[in-house]
């Protein structure tokens, strides 16, 4: 999957046809906005990136464009791909701090099955910051 940041709240993905379905996988060729994407697309872009084995920059900015995509798209598309949106809201749970890792701790004590996919996130954030260190790229976000 390609993201690129274009102005303050675009951004450009490319969705490359394989098999018949839409995969989130490109090479910057033909960029669509975000806000353009249907909500089947944005459904997909989301679950695709956040089920990538290990997240690089790009992505977790993608992820954050997912979240405030399904924000201004509002309630029927969150009720319409919900398993979808499950993993962006999770995402941004840990991202934004809403969760964190005490709350993990006790989920896991807990034995809630989210605990581990909240420790998965943590685990690619985590990553993420190793790689690129706590910085902001030219769009001025930070990761």
């Known amino acids: 999957m390609c993201s690129r ?3 303050k709240d675009k951004y450009q993905f490319h969705f490359q046809i394989v098999f ?3 995969s989130a996988v490109g090479d910057r060729r033909n960029y669509v906005e975000l ?5 089947m697309e944005l459904a997909l872009l989301g679950h695709d990136t956040y089920r990538s084995q290990d ?3 790009e992505d977790v900015r993608t992820l954050r464009g997912c979240w405030d995509e399904y924000q201004r798209r509002g309630e029927n598309t ?3 791909f919900r ?4 993993h962006v809201q999770a995402f941004h749970e840990i991202d934004s701090g809403e969760v964190g890792e005490g709350d993990v701790r006790l989920l896991e004590l807990a034995g809630a099955g989210i605990a581990a996919d909240y420790r998965d996130i943590m685990r690619k954030l ?4 190793a790689i690129e260190g706590t910085t902001q ?3 001025g976000i930070q990761f």
Request: hydrophobic share 45%; aromatic share 8%; no cysteine.
């Open 83 to 86: 398993p979808a949106y499950s």
């Open 126 to 129: 985590r990553a993420v910051e």
């Open 137 to 139: 790229d030219a769009a």
């Open 5 to 7: 940041r274009l102005r």
């Open 20 to 22: 018949g379905a839409h």
């Open 78 to 80: 969150i009720t319409l």
């Open 35 to 39: 806000s353009k994407l249907s909500d």
């Open 55 to 57: 997240w690089s920059a």
